[in-house]
């Protein structure tokens, strides 16, 4: 089975049983429940190139963790529905060492999501706390941004085999985070991030987590798989409020109303993470990005200009809605805006104009 | 007695047509002695000759006129106002080769030129008091037509992209003489059923729909070489709607014209070039959803947003001086807005603005307060602005002066410049 003179690690086989074709996780949870990998290869008589599948993750820098194996998150192990095998790129224990909060939330954010999981991925980072998320476009990036910057060890949860970083566009925040905390997967390497896989990413976010926070997500979004899990596990979940006019907060303004916690501060955060009792270091006067203070700009800004700001909100809007506000003619409200804008108190997303 | 006649070669811009039909019968009938030869004397005949003896219209005729020798010209009753135009008295229309056989016998009087109202008039081009609320777009929209700028359109479904563009072509100042020619020999060529009194004194409007084909839009055929739609919207307005749907390749085709003004048509029989000096006007939804303008109320995927973009290349954007988002109007507007201004009063604005920058020596550069040019500079070093992207701005800021009356570009007017491409970044592939 094995090449003469070279004997494979346990390792190997885990890994070359997780990269049968047909081989659900279900079933291979079953095999090694009592099995070593080795032994569950030959006993079930399975076909493949073990030396090879083991060399590709050895090329690749890819730790194969398998449940009984000295590397396997302690946290998963009482969970029944765990994988069997994981596949870590980076340290595997990095997740051991501090508490974990996943940030999630959806693909196509406002900037009010985005700066909002930026700012609690630093802040949480800062203090000592893990930030776990999927490394996707949009909010799950954002809080990986903000994360990757100091403090605790990222984690991220991805879908397809680690060789192949998806989604192309994260793949120097994927590097980032591998270096300083670990990149998980459950697809071995060579394996193509596929649909169905989505789901079951999100579920083992959830294992991984103390704590959910949603930022910002649509009703039927795919952090609703995160919150499902999270929920059936006893994980605690907390979401931002948003808008009632956003179509992306429908999803974190809903679960709010069904009993999830609101997270406004960080300090939301830690309270649920009942870490209030532990020493914080220099963390900033805990203001969440929607408590945030009021700029009051630079001394200069004229009475016209000060109108014009409270007319803005974090909301976007159109300029079509501030001319009607206003009264003013185009020029004299887009001067008004661009001294605002440089004044860094408003910018415009392609036409609309919100508060900065 | 029959006789035939066959004409070789070919022109190179392919089949002539029946037009020579007229001046063949009339050589028969001198060549066969019905007609004395001494009648046809500084006449030249053109048009179609129907099986009994009438006279047809043939496209194009303005065209002809201007090709043929300066002579007396015999034309199709139908077609002799529009030989006027070029000709003036020496266009003589008859409806049938008995008339004329008789004219010429027995030099009598040509008929006289038919009185105007023998076509229906044109539709009139709808009125900007009919729009709500839009204060961006009407906006918009003067300023492309006091500045010749052309302008991009970028808003949702609902939010009077079309409705807005359809009311530019009421703001631009009526065609001078020399343009109404050129407008009416393209439309002619066309075999456009022509205005009354056959030229076409109003900037045209066109709006291919997106599923046109490449020849229909920048001209071509098999037979002869026609002008497209490009050519037709000459000293008018080209209207796109819904650009991110049309064909890469015919977005490509406008990219020449854009620059030059004419488009050259190659074909294996010869090569024309038409005119198409035009005012684009392109409307688009910021995405295949139509909502995305709103941000966070899109529900396309990256990979769909990226492929409806990439559809724009950046060059055929560049060329884009206004890339405005419009939203839908909100339902307070609509009811409680005062009925907008009208087209006259916009169509004044632009008339007073063109007049202010003709005015201006050719090739002076328009004073800029310094307050503008910092703002100006402050865009370029952060990158905001690119040197091209900063020369159409400043030339938008102009025009928006020009709009104001106001000699000196201010700051106010640079930054309306700059809202008026906010949308850039919604669309930039």
Known sequence: MSPAGKVLPEEAFAAALASVPVMGPATLRTLLATDTPSAAWSRGSFEGDVARIWQRHEEKGIEVCWRGGPVYPRRLMDDPEAPAVLFCQGDPTAINRHPTVAIVGTRSPTRYGIGVAAQFGADLAAVGVSIVSGLALGIDGAAHEGATAAGAPPIAVVAGGLDDPYPRRHARLWARVAEQGAVYSESPAGVRTEKWRFPVRNRLLAMLSDVVVVVESRHRGGSMYTVAAAAQRGIPVGAVPGSIRSPTSEGTNSLLADGCFPVCTVADVLTALSLQGMVLPALPSPTGAGGGSVPTGPAGLSQADRALFELLSHDPTSLDQLVRLTGLELPALCGGLERLSQAGMAHDVGGWWERA | ?429
């Open chain 2, 1 to 429: 007695m029959s006789s035939a006649a066959r004409i070789r070669p070919k022109g190179p811009q392919g089949r002539l047509g029946s037009s020579l039909d007229l001046a063949i019968a009339v050589g028969v009938l001198v060549a066969t002695n019905q007609l004395p030869p001494s009648c046809t004397d500084g006449l030249s005949f053109c048009g179609e000759l129907g099986l009994n003896g009438s006279l047809r219209h043939v496209p194009g005729m303005i065209a002809l006129a201007d090709a043929t020798a300066p002579l007396g010209m015999v034309v199709p009753l139908c077609d002799v106002r529009e030989a006027a135009l070029v000709r003036g008295d020496e266009a003589h229309g008859v409806s049938s080769l008995a008339d004329l056989t008789e004219i010429l016998r027995d030099r009598t009087e040509w008929p006289a030129m038919p009185p105007p109202g023998a076509l229906p008039p044109l539709p009139d081009t709808p009125d900007l008091a009919d729009v709500k609320g839009q204060p961006v777009g009407r906006h918009a929209l003067e300023v492309a037509a006091a500045g010749r700028h052309h302008l991009l359109m970028v808003g949702p479904p609902g939010s009077g992209k079309t409705m807005l563009a359809e009311r530019l072509p009421g703001l631009l100042p009526p065609l001078t003489l020399e343009e109404s020619l050129t407008v009416t020999r393209v439309h002619s060529a066309a075999g456009c059923v022509l205005s009354d009194g056959a030229l076409v004194s109003q900037p045209p409007f066109r709006a291919p729909h997106h599923r046109a084909s490449i020849v229909a839009l920048v001209g071509g055929g098999s037979w002869s070489l026609r002008p497209g739609e490009i050519s037709l919207a000459t000293h008018g307005v080209l209207f796109l709607d819904e650009m991110g749907e049309f064909p890469v390749t015919a977005l490509e085709a406008l990219r020449q014209p854009l620059e030059e003004g004419v488009i050259r048509v190659s074909r294996a029989g010869g090569t024309v070039t038409f005119p198409a000096r035009f005012l684009l006007v392109a409307a688009m939804n910021p995405c295949p959803c139509g909502e995305g303008v709103f941000p966070g109320s899109c529900r396309c995927s990256d990979a769909e947003r990226a492929r409806y973009t990439r559809r724009l290349s950046a060059p055929l954007l560049d060329r884009f001086d206004l890339v405005v988002p419009l939203s839908r109007p909100d339902p307070a507007a609509l009811l409680d807005a005062a009925p907008g201004g009208s087209t006259a009063a916009s169509a004044a604005r632009v008339a007073a603005a063109r007049q202010m920058a003709a005015a201006r020596p050719a090739g002076r550069e328009a004073p800029m307060h310094p307050d503008a040019a910092r703002l100006l500079a402050l865009k370029l070093r952060d990158g905001a602005l690119t040197a091209r992207g900063l020369h159409k701005v400043s030339r938008v800021a102009r025009t928006v002066a020009d709009l104001m009356g106001v000699e000196r570009v201010s700051e106010e007017h640079v930054s309306d410049a700059l809202c008026l491409r906010t949308a850039r970044a919604t669309v930039a592939p």
